[in-house]
């Protein structure tokens, strides 16, 4: 069972609102992911990080703001939802500093913005 | 893209029955990876098998890789209702100066009791 956690598991909310997606591992994982799936499609990379202070943007384009300022946390931040921003968002982290290793992933967080 | 496609994009099977899953992708690798999801949550790994491998057994689950084809497949053995769940593969990209993995289509696995 890995040690890395989302909250809000589900999340109803207006458009304009300004939401925060935590993610948080236990595990000292450097690397860092947040993936976007829409329901039974394949998982697209919105942002990563290599460790403290570090954050990229993925390969879809997205809306969303990243920051990592300490090891176990990496929230992602929506100034102003949007109902096109209805997704489900999955958080992962990965050990070691090899290429494309095990990723470990959180439960996911639900977004419908209304 | 390195995007890997699956096939099929879904498996209807008894309970018993062993199921097999394609995947392929485009570029070379350093490992392919197989995922699993449940419906509504995160993603589970299974496997990991590394370039110069051809073969990798877990419990039930056997993987195959076979470069040449850039093809992996997937077989889990005396499938059980709560095999029932997505399947995916991913891929990392070969000389690539980071650690994305891309990740496949998909496998819609249905296991009738």
């Known amino acids: 069972e890995a040690d890395i956690y989302q909250t809000p598991r589900y999340l109803v909310i207006g458009t304009g609102k300004k939401i925060t997606l935590e993610c948080s591992q236990t595990m000292g994982h450097d690397k860092m992911y947040w993936y976007q799936q829409d329901p039974g499609m394949e998982l697209h990379l919105i942002h990563y990080?290599?460790?403290?202070?570090?954050?990229e943007k993925g390969d879809l384009s997205s809306e969303s703001t990243v920051s990592r300022i300490r090891t176990e946390h990496f929230p992602l931040t929506l100034e102003s939802a949007r109902p096109s921003h209805t997704s489900q968002y999955l958080c992962a982290s990965e050990e070691g500093t090899a290429l494309g290793e095990t990723q470990y992933f959180g439960p996911g967080t639900r977004l419908l913005v209304l | 893209s390195q995007q890997g496609e699956e096939d099929p994009q879904a498996l209807s099977i008894q309970e018993g029955e062993n199921a097999t899953m394609n995947c392929s992708y485009k570029t070379s690798i350093n490992n392919l990876q197989w995922y699993r999801q449940n419906s509504g949550r995160g993603l589970v790994h299974l496997i990991l098998i590394r370039s110069n491998e051809r073969e990798k057994h877990s419990g039930r689950l056997r993987v195959t890789l076979d470069t040449s084809k850039k093809s992996s497949s997937l077989l889990i053995t005396a499938s059980r209702a709560a095999d029932t769940a997505s399947y995916f593969c991913?891929?990392?990209?070969?000389?690539?100066?980071?650690?994305?993995?891309?990740f496949g289509t998909g496998t819609l696995l249905a296991v009738q009791p």
């Open positions: 991913a891929t990392d990209r070969y000389g690539g100066a980071t650690n994305k993995l891309i």
């Open positions: 990080s290599y460790g403290v202070n570090s954050t």
